[in-house]
Each structure stands twice: as structure tokens, then as C-alpha cells.
């Protein structure tokens, strides 16, 4: 993902290699750096935090990114940003 009018461009590492957290992930993201307008988080309200279910279709859990953004990347464009 690349965000030129800061001079970013990145990439997303889940520890486990599954693609299951990359929306989550993603939105935490853009949310620390501020790049989502009101109307944009409520539409990405889903994928901020979606519901896992089991095989019968009961809701077991939740997937949360957890995203820490260096000052210097939400400042100036800098920096790397580190998830768990």
C-alpha cells in the first residue's frame, strides 16, 4: 500500500503468514496515521475488527490488529510501523 503525499509506501507481515489479519491490520493502520475521514472508518467498521465463526456458523471470536506507528512515521513519512 502506498501513501505518496507522505512519501510512504507499505507492507504488512502477519506472524503467522495467514491472511486473515491484513484488513484489520490495514484499517488500524490507516486510522493511526489519520488517513481515513469519518465516513471511511464507518465503512470500514467491518473489517476493522470481523467476527470468526466455526464450521456451524457460531460466532467464536474476533481478529484485532494491534498497530504501533513510530512518531516519525505519523509526523514526517518516516519511519516503520510494527503490529502484533
Known sequence: MGLPQRGLGIALKSED???????????????????????????????????????AGLEVGTIEAVVQVPAAARESGGGRAEWA
Not at 25 to 38: K, N, R
Open 17 to 55: 503468514g495467514a491472511a486473515r489479519g491484513l484488513a484489520p491490520a490495514t484499517v488500524a493502520l490507516l486510522e493511526q496515521l489519520e488517513e481515513l475521514t469519518a465516513a471511511e472508518r464507518s465503512a470500514l467498521s467491518g473489517s476493522r475488527q470481523p467476527v470468526v465463526r466455526n464450521h
